[in-house]
């Protein structure tokens, strides 16, 4: 099932420049024209923001906001997130539920997701699954993301809402951790 409207969500990055350009996946995207490059005043209160400061997480119903005013994801160093939180304290905060990195610096780590693997997720949550797998197709490891993460995007693009989103995430983790 893809998105209600059949239409593309627009993908804006916030870039922090913090990584190395040539591995940047936030970069990535946009070379590829998947997203537009936008500056921190470019963030309005009606983006939907991906933001792991927030308690609302992401689910389907924000399906209609985010196709209206676009998606955001902000692009700074796991390492010093600190920094990038005027960026991620603006729009409308929308924080991913558990899901585990397949990429090259972060492979297995819970939620410590590159932007590309982010917003690919994003989508598929939203949605649009094609749009999530053209995203993904950009990384060699893209394909591997969803692989291993398949069960929880499937589960959490089914829930209704941001509470149903957060049940899945609290049954998948019970599986996981006991």
Request: glycine share 6%.
């Amino acid at each position: 099932m893809s998105n209600q409207n059949s239409t593309t969500i627009n993908v804006f990055i916030c870039n922090f420049h913090t990584c190395n350009p040539k591995i940047c996946t936030a970069k990535r995207i946009v070379r590829f024209k998947k997203a537009i490059e936008i500056k921190i005043n470019q963030i309005k209160s009606n983006h939907i923001v991906l933001t792991p400061f927030s308690e609302i997480a992401l689910s389907p119903a924000d399906f209609e906001k985010a196709n209206a005013f676009g998606l955001i994801g902000v692009d700074c160093s796991w390492n010093n997130i600190s920094n990038g939180r005027t960026a991620l304290d603006k729009g409308i905060g929308r924080s991913l539920p558990f899901l585990v990195a397949a990429n090259p610096n972060n492979y297995g780590a819970p939620s410590k997701l590159s932007t590309l693997e982010a917003i690919g997720a994003a989508l598929y949550i939203l949605g649009d699954k094609e749009q999530s797998k053209g995203i993904l197709s950009l990384v060699r490891w893209g394909a591997e993301f969803q692989k291993i993460n398949q069960k929880y995007l499937d589960g959490y693009s089914s829930a209704k809402n941001s509470k149903e989103v957060v049940k899945k995430q609290s049954k998948f983790m019970k599986e996981l951790y006991g």
